[in-house]
């Protein structure tokens, strides 16, 4: 009987073993493939809390932004924000805080902190950048609304509890990274496999009778074929056959095993060619893959002041309609709550008394936005629309993490007058009482300008200027001079004193700065004589309960005003940018 060759056994026991080889490769990378994202759910036991904080650390996992799904009772919102702004707002109430993934990639991992048991509901707050309101169930994916860090807050209405059920969805991570490798392996070990017999033949070609691996014989018989040699009895006359057997068998063992070294090589090198075309990134981690938020991370950003200016703008056109200043109070305070409201009371009694400029929320012309993220926190937005004769600065202050931003003060651009430029992305502020690297400190400039509004020859007369085609100063001087020209039965006295609390100074592009403030002007008038008699002008009595006084009386006006100071090297003077003034009292001595 005739055996099957050794070389053709061999090559198919190397395309068999080549083609399972191929198999588990392709099966890595299909069948066998792990699944492209992963779920990692909130524990069940998690202890209840009115709020919930997602880390900015898992706003990407694995390289990719992850998909949040939130499942609850009723109505809850989830709200980004700068983790700084979050933390202020959650402040003393107790919380849970999604802050990592398990290593299996199954679980959230959430720590509980204990505190108030209920909060304000944050869906109106102006410190979140986006919030999405849902009900029953939400899907969000976490893109950043800007550079820098971001959290999310998860709530209810503040007095219920926040949803339990938070899921997160990411990029699996897990690689297969023998699947190339065995796809290429396994080729090669096929092509192996499929050569051999060719190559056997190829090294037996040639030789003659007598030549090494004949068998003695001189038939030329290969030896596999003689049953003496495949037998494995050798006799006496076979030895020199077998001796050939030996020779040739050991040629046909140096084909595969010259294949099999062939193919280590080709693999290796297909190996490392791979990791040369597909150089492995660092190992992706919690972490965002942004950089930090800067710690002068402007305190708002463009979308959230158009949409705090749209409110503003509707709360005082409410108020303005009605004549009614609680329609204000939301979003208003300070002084020009002062002023609206008392401007409310003149017009209901003296109906040609003028209404206070329209507070509009476009045209944005330019804003002012701080960097100082500690509160209260000052922004100022110049706008001009409808009823705007000439743009008008207005500013807001958030007073604390949970208080939306105010108008505290509004006044109009100085005709001729142009703003100072501002650093985009935010500018620094400086203590009112602080010089460096300017002319004069905030303080110093509005104290230089209620002394140059209180007298003609200020000594500030040259180093403050002003718009000549609408000369507030000049205007004031001269009804302050009318009023003792006027007044003859009268002695007069004018006064504009700096209210301290209400300066912010703001860093401008060129090293100077731009302050802010509120002014008091108070007029105060007394009899020249016994029996003289002074007359005041319809809104004034309004407030006096009436017209004449043989005591004195005292008026009161609300000043705002922003006056731009050049860095300390200019020779330039300082600028009124912007003022106007409100009645908003009188009295009879």
């Given at each position: 009987?005739?055996?099957?060759?050794?070389?053709?056994?061999?090559?198919?026991?190397?395309?068999?073993?080549?083609?399972?080889?191929?198999?588990?490769g392709?099966?890595?990378?299909?069948?066998?493939?792990?699944?492209?994202?992963?779920t990692?759910?909130?524990?069940?036991?998690?202890?209840?809390?009115?709020?919930?904080v997602i880390?900015?650390?898992?706003?990407?996992?694995?390289?990719?932004?992850?998909?949040?799904?939130?499942?609850?009772?009723g109505?809850?919102?989830?709200?980004?924000?700068?983790?700084d702004?979050?933390?202020?707002?959650v402040?003393?109430?107790?919380h849970n805080?999604?802050?990592?993934?398990?290593?299996?990639?199954?679980?959230l991992?959430?720590?509980?902190?204990?505190?108030e048991?209920?909060?304000?509901?944050?869906?109106?707050?102006?410190?979140?950048?986006?919030?999405?309101?849902?009900?029953?169930e939400?899907?969000?994916?976490?893109?950043?609304?800007?550079?820098?860090?971001?959290s999310?807050?998860?709530?209810?209405?503040?007095?219920?509890?926040?949803p339990?059920?938070?899921?997160?969805?990411?990029?699996?991570n897990a690689?297969?990274?023998?699947?190339?490798?065995?796809?290429?392996?396994?080729?090669?070990?096929?092509?192996?496999?499929?050569?051999?017999?060719?190559?056997?033949?190829?090294?037996?070609?040639g030789?003659?009778?007598?030549?090494?691996?004949r068998?003695?014989t001189?038939?030329?018989?290969?030896?596999?074929f003689n049953?003496?040699?495949?037998?494995g009895?050798?006799?006496?006359?076979?030895?020199a056959?077998?001796?050939?057997?030996?020779?040739?068998?050991?040629?046909v063992?140096?084909?595969?095993?010259?294949?099999a070294?062939?193919?280590?090589?080709?693999v290796?090198?297909?190996?490392?060619?791979?990791?040369?075309?597909?150089?492995?990134?660092?190992?992706?981690?919690?972490?965002?893959?942004?950089?930090?938020?800067p710690?002068?991370?402007?305190?708002?950003?463009?979308?959230?002041?158009?949409?705090?200016?749209?409110?503003?703008?509707?709360?005082?056109a409410?108020?303005?309609?009605?004549?009614?200043?609680?329609?204000?109070?939301?979003?208003?305070?300070?002084?020009?709550?002062?002023?609206?409201?008392?401007?409310?009371?003149i017009?209901s009694?003296?109906?040609?008394?003028?209404?206070r400029?329209?507070?509009?929320?476009?045209?944005?012309?330019?804003?002012?936005?701080?960097?100082?993220?500690?509160w209260?926190?000052?922004?100022?937005?110049?706008?001009?629309?409808?009823?705007?004769?000439?743009?008008?600065?207005?500013?807001l202050?958030?007073?604390?993490p949970?208080?939306?931003y105010?108008l505290?003060?509004t006044?109009?651009?100085?005709?001729?007058?142009?703003?100072?430029?501002?650093?985009?992305?935010?500018?620094s502020t400086?203590?009112?009482?602080?010089?460096?690297?300017?002319?004069?400190?905030?303080?110093?400039?509005?104290?230089?300008?209620?002394?140059?509004?209180?007298?003609?020859?200020?000594?500030?007369k040259?180093?403050?200027?002003?718009?000549?085609?609408?000369?507030?100063?000049?205007?004031?001087?001269?009804?302050?001079a009318?009023?003792?020209?006027?007044?003859?039965?009268?002695?007069?006295?004018?006064?504009?004193?700096?209210i301290?609390?209400?300066?912010?100074?703001?860093?401008?592009?060129?090293?100077?700065?731009?302050?802010?403030?509120?002014l008091?002007?108070a007029?105060?008038?007394?009899?020249k004589a016994?029996?003289?008699?002074?007359?005041?002008?319809?809104?004034?009595?309004?407030?006096?309960?009436?017209?004449?006084?043989?005591?004195?009386?005292?008026?009161?006006?609300?000043?705002?005003?922003?006056?731009?100071?050049?860095?300390?090297?200019?020779?330039?003077?300082?600028?009124l940018?912007?003022?106007?003034?409100?009645?908003?009292?009188?009295?009879?001595?």
């Amino acid at each position: 009987m005739i055996g099957i060759p050794v070389r053709l056994k061999t090559a198919v026991s190397l395309v068999l073993l080549g083609l399972l080889t191929l198999l588990a490769g392709i099966g890595q990378l299909t069948f066998w493939a792990p699944a492209e994202t992963v779920t990692a759910t909130a524990p069940a036991d998690t202890k209840a809390a009115p709020l919930t904080v997602i880390d900015q650390k898992l706003r990407t996992l694995n390289g990719e932004p992850v998909k949040i799904s939130v499942k609850g009772e009723g109505n809850f919102v989830l709200a980004a924000g700068r983790p700084d702004d979050v933390a202020a707002w959650v402040g003393k109430t107790a919380h849970n805080t999604v802050s990592g993934v398990s290593e299996d990639n199954k679980a959230l991992q959430v720590g509980h902190s204990e505190g108030e048991a209920t909060a304000p509901s944050p869906a109106a707050s102006d410190l979140w950048v986006s919030v999405e309101n849902a009900s029953g169930e939400l899907d969000y994916t976490w893109n950043p609304p800007a550079d820098g860090e971001w959290s999310l807050l998860l709530a209810s209405d503040g007095t219920k509890a926040a949803p339990a059920s938070v899921s997160m969805t990411f990029p699996n991570n897990a690689t297969t990274p023998l699947a190339v490798p065995l796809i290429v392996l396994g080729i090669i070990i096929i092509l192996a496999g499929a050569a051999l017999p060719f190559l056997a033949s190829l090294l037996g070609k040639g030789r003659g009778p007598g030549s090494p691996g004949r068998s003695g014989t001189g038939s030329g018989t290969p030896e596999e074929f003689n049953p003496e040699v495949t037998s494995g009895v050798q006799t006496a006359s076979g030895f020199a056959a077998s001796k050939g057997a030996s020779s040739k068998d050991g040629r046909v063992r140096r084909v595969p095993a010259l294949a099999a070294a062939l193919a280590t090589v080709l693999v290796a090198g297909t190996a490392v060619a791979a990791q040369a075309s597909k150089t492995p990134e660092p190992s992706p981690t919690n972490n965002s893959s942004e950089s930090p938020a800067p710690a002068d991370a402007p305190v708002v950003l463009d979308s959230q002041l158009k949409r705090i200016l749209e409110q503003v703008s509707s709360a005082v056109a409410a108020g303005d309609a009605a004549k009614d200043a609680t329609k204000l109070e939301p979003r208003v305070d300070r002084m020009e709550l002062q002023v609206r409201t008392q401007n409310y009371k003149i017009r209901s009694q003296v109906g040609s008394y003028e209404a206070r400029m329209p507070v509009r929320a476009s045209k944005l012309l330019t804003s002012v936005v701080s960097s100082q993220r500690s509160w209260p926190r000052s922004v100022i937005a110049v706008t001009e629309g409808e009823g705007n004769v000439v743009p008008q600065v207005l500013t807001l202050v958030q007073a604390a993490p949970r208080e939306n931003y105010k108008l505290t003060s509004t006044a109009p651009l100085q005709p001729g007058t142009s703003f100072p430029a501002i650093p985009r992305g935010g500018t620094s502020t400086v203590a009112a009482d602080d010089k460096a690297e300017l002319q004069y400190s905030g303080s110093e400039a509005l104290n230089g300008l209620a002394d140059r509004l209180t007298n003609a020859d200020s000594a500030f007369k040259d180093k403050l200027a002003e718009s000549t085609s609408s000369p507030y100063i000049a205007g004031t001087l001269a009804y302050q001079a009318d009023t003792v020209e006027k007044g003859v039965n009268g002695n007069f006295t004018f006064t504009h004193k700096v209210i301290p609390e209400a300066t912010v100074v703001f860093r401008t592009s060129d090293g100077g700065a731009l302050v802010v403030g509120r002014l008091d002007f108070a007029l105060d008038g007394s009899p020249k004589a016994e029996g003289d008699k002074l007359l005041l002008n319809d809104e004034s009595a309004v407030f006096a309960g009436g017209k004449e006084t043989g005591t004195g009386m005292v008026m009161n006006f609300a000043e705002s005003v922003a006056v731009y100071i050049p860095p300390a090297e200019s020779k330039e003077p300082m600028k009124l940018v912007a003022a106007t003034r409100g009645l908003v009292g009188a009295s009879f001595k």
